[in-house]
T-cell receptor, first 118, second 110 residues
């Protein structure tokens, strides 16, 4: 099975530390998305890439957050100077290229990285 | 701006009962509409989708119809099973981004 994978699955860190998460999308999926989900809420969009280009960033993504997708394959999400409010599940999703009349394709989600900031 | 409102839970049902979870959205355009499900201990999975008005999405006995007039996409199942216990998310998509509702926790008792 070559679904979306994320690493690590869990991360515990102290406030002020930097953390980096990795996402490997499904092969040949050109779009990659990052979402954040806090307890009891639905996921919130953070950013997305089409190939290596970062096309949109949410206002939720403060300047402490940075995401990259250098070769249009895997992506990393880095959080600098973590705060307790950053504790959440970080979800990655990917979708294949659109074709024909369809302007939107299903997003396939990874298992997430659960971040706990102490 | 665009937004989605989903029926609050939790919802507790007996096996074979009828389930409906309401979802409405406000939008300037016509989004694609999705229901995602999260089973205990698992990741988000697409349950069903509809991409244009009057389309009906269906999967695993669940159905939802894209109602442009009422900007709604209510999820229904005629006879739930214990294995349907999960969190259900309504998620319109605008400009390639999913906008998730808060989720509805459904528990089905035997």
């Amino acid at each position: 099975d070559t679904g979306v994978s994320q690493d690590p699955r869990h991360k515990i860190t102290k406030r002020g530390q930097n953390v980096t998460f990795r996402c490997d999308p499904i092969s040949e999926h050109n779009r990659l998305y990052w979402y954040r989900q806090t307890l009891g809420q639905g996921p919130e969009f953070l950013t997305y890439f089409q190939n290596e280009a970062q096309l949109e960033k949410s206002r939720l993504l403060s300047d402490r957050f940075s995401a990259e997708r250098p070769k249009g394959s895997f992506s990393t999400l880095e959080i600098q100077r973590t705060e307790q409010g950053d504790s959440a599940m970080y979800l990655c999703a990917s979708s294949p290229p659109t074709s024909g009349r369809s302007s939107y394709n299903e997003q396939f989600f990874g298992p997430g990285t659960r971040l706990t900031v102490l | 701006g665009n937004s989605v409102t989903q029926m609050e839970g939790p919802v507790t049902l007996s096996e074979e009962a009828f389930l409906t979870i309401n979802c409405t959205y406000t939008a300037t355009g016509y989004p694609s509409l999705f229901w995602y499900v999260q089973y205990p201990g698992e990741g988000l999975q697409l349950l069903l989708k509809a991409t244009k008005a009057d389309d009906k999405g269906s999967n695993k006995g669940f159905e939802a119809t894209y109602r442009k007039e009422t900007t709604s996409f209510h999820l229904e199942k005629g006879s739930v099973q214990v294995s349907d216990s999960a969190v259900y998310f309504c998620a319109p998509a605008w400009d390639y981004k999913l906008s998730f509702g808060a989720g509805t926790t459904v528990t089905v008792r035997a």
